[in-house]
């Protein structure tokens, strides 16, 4: 069955520093992947998505992922961190089978310090 | 452009009691729409999804049920809450099988 790890529940960083969330994907095949972000008792906000071609994606408010096949790892990053960056972050994997069912993975939760 | 509404915000209920929350997109035509639910401190679980009017499909066996009678509205139902129906209820959309784009989501309390 298809499964998507994020191995950090909860990163604290300073604000100013660099950002790398993980995320590990079990698929058959590429599947389509995503980052949302989600505040606190709100929606989650699509940050980036990758399909095919260029496995280095740009998304908004700074943040990039990249998806590197041999891994199986789809992993976001941002070089500067601000303190409205505080969120829960999510990666999904999208199953492309007619309605395209999103697996997600459990999340992290980011703090960021002053 | 396309929005997502959920109502209502949020709900408290009684063990027992039914439910009924609504989702509608605006914008747009023949979305495909699915129900989440995200329980405390976990990721987002797929309850339902539906390609059409009165298509439903159920990804997980339990006390809720999903109908679609317009081509953008979307309803989530129980008849008899159970305290482990709690939780964050959102709704998304997507067109033709891409990227999907959620709603503010409802937040049930079953006491």
């Known amino acids: 069955a298809q499964s998507v790890t994020q191995p950090d529940i909860h990163i604290t960083v300073s604000e100013g520093a660099s950002l790398e969330l993980r995320c590990n994907y079990s698929?058959?095949?590429?599947?389509?992947l995503f980052w949302y972000v989600q505040s606190p008792g709100q929606g989650l906000q699509l940050l980036l998505k990758?399909?095919?071609?260029?496995?280095l994606v740009q998304g908004i408010k700074g943040f990039e992922a990249e998806f590197k096949r041999s891994q199986s790892s789809f992993n976001l990053r941002k070089p500067s961190v601000h303190w409205s960056d505080a969120a829960e972050y999510f990666c999904?994997?999208?199953?492309?089978?007619?309605?395209?069912?999103?697996?997600f993975g459990q999340g992290t939760r980011l703090t960021i310090n002053p | 452009s396309q929005t997502i509404h959920q109502w209502p915000a949020t709900l408290v209920q009684p063990v027992g009691s039914p439910l009924s929350l609504e989702c509608t997109v605006e914008?747009?035509?023949?979305?495909?729409l699915y129900w989440y639910r995200q329980a405390a401190g976990r990721g987002l679980q797929l309850l339902f999804y539906?390609?059409?009017?009165?298509?439903i499909s159920s990804e997980v066996p339990q006390n809720l049920s999903a109908s679609r009678p317009q081509d953008r509205q979307f309803i989530l139902s129980s008849k008899k809450l159970l305290l482990s129906d709690s939780g964050f209820y959102l709704c998304?959309?997507?067109?033709?099988?891409?990227?999907?784009?959620f709603g503010p989501g409802t937040r049930l309390l079953v006491l």
């Open positions: 990758y399909f095919s071609g260029d496995t």
């Open positions: 914008g747009t035509s023949n979305p495909n």
């Open positions: 999904a994997v999208g199953l492309p089978q007619g309605a395209q069912k999103l697996v």
């Open positions: 539906s390609v059409g009017i009165g298509q």
């Open positions: 698929y058959g095949a590429t599947p389509y």
């Open positions: 998304a959309w997507s067109l033709g099988g891409e990227t999907q784009y």
